[in-house]
């Protein structure tokens, strides 16, 4: 098979995801083409060269909707004849796009691709495609649906993890936020955001709380003890499926779940013929990628079983892997795994995450990559696992390794 | 052919009123002579080119029309049984989906209907009503309008869960359709399901006129421009957000099968998303798939025919006993004692209530006062008429005042030597006349009937607790009770419009003796090291009303220690029994009684409710080292079947005379398989060969007491069951 490399990652700035917040006036349109306009520049390739540009988006609908990636790339003046694809699959649809675009190229039907993703979760809030899952009673009966955070907090009660334990989880991420940014650790990817007139919007994820810390986010009220417990019930459904559990202890808050932001990144992926073309050295190779399915009710252990199920497959062991880039959904997620699969919690997300960063669906899968690219770079490490959690019980993982 | 269930007349200015009335039923229902006759007069209707519009009424006082005819549901099974005993599912299909068709062609006739309702429209006949044209009803707060299909397992099949939210939106027609709600006329009138009220006498002179304005005949959702009141899950994300939270309201309360409000949803849903005509067929499906699980059926042959029946024969054995039932003496004002006294003085009986303990009698008669103001802050009870039952109860603390009562209630705790006392005293008062019942749960009557000078007019009549909402009456007949005794006891239970079953004496007697089961499985479990949480959650997910360590607690450890004692059978000393006792004795000596003294198998805050199962019963239980948590299947399992052998095992012994007895007695008791009508019905649904072959495998990994029962073999063996198949009654 051909070998799949990574030569650039670009992101944006992740900017609070609602009114007010630093994008919210910047289209998603304009936010994904921004990127692929950065990469593309960066590089001075040729974009008539490419094959196919994969966006993952989780809500496509509305602006994020008719195969936004097409549009972007139109939009970032690239050549006409790339063709464009959206990928979704909820909070990993970043890294699927990114999977997609290496796949391409592995299997041989391309030669260069680009990976990325986009999420303008302040325009196009989270949930308002419905779906099936959720609102149709044939399938909400059968899966148990729950929402998201209610999982969480099944997820921390089963597993005994006590709001202490998450809220100083959610500390040390946006500690170590403050230190990657004012170390400069990101600064090879952000791309700033700029408005019509050029000037810059946003430059540093504006969610990051540089004086936080665990007593402060101690305070904050269980967000989905609501309706969880009172209205409409989800609790009940939660302990239908999970009778072990004697009740739901609701332990996750806006403090300690994954900042709703909007962002974008791109990855650019080829082959050695794209090296040689542009005289490009390779900054990783993809190793593999592996999705899985779990319980869809708990939801939210899937980073657990497709690290394993891709270890595997890879025949490696957590101690091969440097760096595990897990997608702070929320904080139970991390934890769990961690514990799961006995890795040490110095090697997982040494830069901070989607906590104290913010979680722009579509785009955080990518965003991931980029960042564990660079993190591997600096500390001089060979290989990086990143993985993220999914919507009705789903897990997808990657494996790259620095070349 | 002539039209027996409509009267059809039309007016001199071509008006035609269709007036429904079917005969021998106190109220109108949907039968297949009303289906001819319907499609009849619709056809008229449409094709008489001298009949510019038409009048759905009722002839019936009260009544516009009740709906379905729940006796039909075995005739509509059978009309589409094949001779291999399976369902022809195209035919059933037809059959379910006339009276919808009707519908519709009632509001495509084309020309202008209006119902001018008279009397109730409930279920099928607000169908009718929707698929008019027009909808006026009476100013008669009595008239009742809704769709409750839902309360007796079913859903609206002739279009209800298509008009009802193509006219007033889906946010107001969701929960009238889950809940079954009634609506008085104003109600149904602000919600916009009807268009006007008027006063009765002009209503039908107020129909005619709106027929002769040559209003409309196309209904709003037959417009090319309709559109959907409030949007739908396609256009409007509220309506998302109104199913996201809908299907949890509903799956939260999905304990045991309930597939009505699922298939309610499902039908709103699609349907909401379709043309009206696909959006019938769509409601006609679901309608059907309901109508074909056969605990749709068995349900309603439990609740709605069985019972009804018991409480006929009831009446009948009653018949023979001309003396009226006036005075009535109840011993002990307890909470048993003192809900029988309210429930008799409602009935117009004269009580006087006892309790040797002047202290009881005084809090009784606070307990009664209390409870009264609280219904009539409800708005549930009168306060001049609760005046008056107040008035009818004398409370005392002395005995001498139950002289000349009628029927004397013995309803003291259930203690063998305390009941033994009462009765023998009370029976030195009362004269030779009296019914004496005594309203154990456990104890044998014939033994209690020897404490009485005439155990000829002895018998158990066991009440359950709260007695203004549980229907059912454990009758025991005592070796030497005799007929009339049973009659005048038969009485009383009509007089309070109870339902009894009449059982064969035996320690726990039928409700008592398996209900222990329950406790004594949950117990065992405990004793093993199960996780009580998963025993509790189990046990109240399978539709347990309420779960075992919960209801111990309530109970008290020590009564459920004396219910457990009683129940036993002579020489009745297992392995099993023991270990549940062992349980019970080891909370017992830590003073954990239970909720009265806040401790039990559960903590409970101050102010009495649960704070969480006591962490302690993990280190008191231990389990042994290679012990791992079984399934929730296996718990459910070994809960219910537990159960349910014992209730076979009643048929087989002849305490109870028949499955539907045990149906009914389980139902209305303890609550138990309610679902699927009941432990019998249940056996029917699972089918008895795989319901062996479960308990095969409990048998093998827990032991006999999960024995399959011979009578369970014997039917399975000539491929029978309890009841006749295809047929709910």
């Known amino acids: ?403 | 052919m002539p039209m027996t269930t409509i009267d059809f007349t039309v007016d001199p200015d071509g008006v035609a009123v269709v007036n429904i009335n079917v005969p021998d039923r106190p109220v109108n229902v949907t039968t297949p002579n009303f289906f001819d006759d319907f499609e009849h007069a619709i056809s008229r209707i449409a094709n008489y080119p001298s009949i510019v519009g038409a009048i759905i009424t009722s002839s019936k006082a009260g009544s516009f029309m009740a709906g379905g005819d729940l006796t039909n549901m075995g005739a509509l099974f059978s009309s589409a049984l094949l001779p291999n005993g399976q369902i022809d599912i195209d035919r059933l299909l037809v059959t379910c989906t006339r009276f919808s068709d009707l519908c519709r062609k009632l509001e495509t006739c084309g020309k202008p209907t209006i119902s001018a309702i008279n009397g109730s429209a409930l279920g099928g006949g607000l169908e009718i009503c929707l698929s008019s044209h027009y909808r006026m009803v009476a100013d008669d707060p009595k008239i009742k309008l809704g769709l409750p299909e839902v309360q007796v397992g079913l859903m609206p099949g002739a279009g209800g869960t298509q008009r009802l939210p193509r006219l007033i939106g889906l946010p107001k027609a969701l929960p009238l359709l889950i809940d079954g709600t009634l609506l008085s006329p104003f109600e149904a009138l602000n919600l916009g399901i009807i268009d006007a009220v008027v006063p009765a006498q002009n209503l039908l002179s107020k129909a005619k006129a709106w027929i002769m304005r040559s209003p409309v005949s196309q209904q709003p959702w037959d417009d090319r421009k309709f559109r959907f009141p409030g949007g739908t899950t396609q256009n409007n994300p509220s309506i998302m957000q109104l199913f996201v939270a809908g299907n949890a309201r509903v799956k939260r309360k999905e304990t045991g099968p309930t597939p009505a409000p699922r298939a309610i949803m499902s039908s709103l849903y699609e349907g909401s998303l379709l043309p009206i005509v696909d959006a019938l067929t769509v409601e006609s499906q679901y309608f059907c798939k309901l109508a074909m699980m056969s605990q749709t059926t068995s349900k309603i042959r439990t609740l709605f025919l069985e019972k009804p029946a018991a409480q006929k024969r009831a009446r009948l054995i009653a018949s023979t006993v001309e003396k009226p039932i006036r005075k009535i003496g109840i011993l002990g004002a307890g909470m048993m004692g003192s809900g029988l006294a309210i429930a008799c003085a409602m009935a117009g009986i004269e009580v006087v209530l006892v309790d040797r303990n002047s202290e009881i009698a005084a809090q009784a008669k606070s307990k009664l006062t209390a409870y009264l103001d609280k219904q009539i802050s409800r708005g549930t009870l009168n306060p001049l008429t609760t005046k008056q039952w107040l008035s009818a109860i004398l409370i005392t603390d002395e005995y001498g005042h139950v002289g000349g009562a009628d029927v004397i209630i013995e309803a003291v705790f259930e203690d063998r030597d305390l009941k033994s006392d009462v009765i023998k005293k009370v029976a030195t008062i009362v004269g030779h006349g009296t019914v004496i019942a005594s309203n154990t749960s456990t104890i044998p009557i014939s033994d209690l009937a020897r404490s009485c000078e005439r155990p000829e007019r002895f018998i158990g009549l066991h009440f359950f607790s709260p007695v203004e909402k549980m229907d059912m009456v454990e009758t025991i007949r005592g070796r030497e009770t005799s007929d009339e005794t049973t009659a005048i006891a038969m009485k009383l239970v009509s007089i309070l419009k109870k339902t009894p079953i009449i059982v064969s004496d035996s320690p726990g007697f039928y409700t008592s003796r398996c209900f222990e089961t329950y406790l004594q499985e949950s117990l065992l479990m405990i004793a093993e090291g199960v996780s009580p949480a998963l025993v509790e959650n189990v046990a109240r997910f399978s539709g347990m009303p309420m779960a075992p360590l919960a209801l111990i607690d309530t109970l008290s450890i020590d009564l459920a220690q004396s219910i457990a004692a009683q129940t036993k059978r002579a020489g009745e000393d297992s392995v099993d029994a023991r270990a549940a006792d062992d349980v019970r004795d080891r909370m017992l000596s830590l003073g954990r009684l239970g909720r009265k003294v806040k401790k039990g198998f559960y903590d409970y805050l101050d102010d009495g409710s649960i704070d969480s199962i006591w962490g302690g019963l993990a280190s008191e239980f231990i389990a042994c080292d290679d012990f791992t948590q079984p399934s929730a299947d296996i718990v459910r399992d070994r809960l219910i079947y537990r159960q349910v052998v014992e209730c076979v095992q009643c048929l087989e012994e002849d305490i109870i005379h028949s499955p539907a007895d045990g149906d009914l007695g389980a139902v209305l008791g303890w609550g138990f398989l309610r679902g699927f009508g009941g432990p019998f019905s249940y056996l029917d649904c699972i089918g008895l060969p795989a319901a062996s072959a479960k308990l095969q495998q409990l048998e093998r990994a827990y032991g006999n007491r999960f024995q399959v029962p011979r009578l369970i073999c014997d039917l399975a063996g000539s491929n029978s069951q309890f009841f006749s198949a295809g047929h709910a009654a």
């Open chain 1, 1 to 403: 098979m051909t070998d799949a490399f990574i030569y650039d990652s670009v992101r944006s700035p992740r900017g609070k995801g609602r009114p007010g917040g630093s994008l919210h006036a910047v289209t998603p349109l304009n936010l994904a083409a921004q990127m692929l306009r950065a990469i593309q520049s960066r590089n001075a390739i040729d974009t008539a060269d490419l094959d196919e540009v994969v966006l993952g988006c989780s809500t496509p609908i509305g602006e994020q909707g008719a195969v936004l990636a097409r549009t972007a790339l139109l939009m970032a003046d690239y050549c006409e004849t790339v063709s464009g694809l959206h990928v979704s699959r909820f909070c990993a649809s970043g890294l699927d796009a990114v999977n997609i675009a290496a796949a391409k190229v592995m299997s041989g039907e391309a030669d260069f691709t680009i990976g990325g993703g986009v999420e303008s979760m302040s325009r196009v809030p989270l949930g308002s495609d419905g779906g099936a899952w959720m609102t149709d009673p044939s399938a909400a009966f059968q899966t148990y649906f729950v929402p998201q955070g209610i999982s969480a907090d099944l997820l921390a009660t089963k597993y005994h993890y006590a709001r202490e334990a998450l809220d100083a989880f959610a500390a040390t991420s946006h500690a170590k936020a403050v230190a990657a940014w004012d170390e400069g650790r990101f600064k090879n990817s952000i791309v700033p955001v700029c408005d019509q007139l050029g000037r810059v919007v946003l430059e540093v994820d504006e969610t990051i709380r540089r004086e936080t810390n665990a007593a402060q986010i101690g305070k904050l009220e269980p967000s989905f003890a609501s309706i969880g417990e009172a209205d409409p019930g989800f609790d009940t459904l939660a302990l239908m499926k999970y009778p072990e559990v004697e009740r739901i202890i609701h332990s996750h808050h806006a403090g300690n779940s994954s900042a709703i932001v909007d962002g974008a990144a791109a990855i650019m992926i080829g082959n050695d013929i794209i090296a040689k073309k542009y005289q490009l050295r390779p900054r990783a190779r993809f190793v593999g990628c592996a999705s899985i399915g779990s319980e869809p009710t708990m939801m939210l252990t899937g980073p657990v079983t497709v690290t394993s199920k891709l270890l595997n497959r890879l025949g490696l062991t957590p101690d091969d892997i440097d760096i595990f880039e897990v997608n702070e959904a929320f904080a139970s997620v991390v934890l769990h795994f961690a514990d799961s699969l006995h890795i040490p919690m110095e090697k997982i997300n040494p830069n901070g995450g989607a906590i104290a960063m913010g979680h722009p669906l579509g785009a955080t899968g990518a965003i991931l990559v980029g960042t564990a690219l660079d993190e591997l770079e600096r500390t001089g490490g060979s290989k990086a696992l990143i993985t993220l959690c999914v919507g009705a019980g789903m897990g997808v993982a990657t494996v790259i390794e620095r070349v």
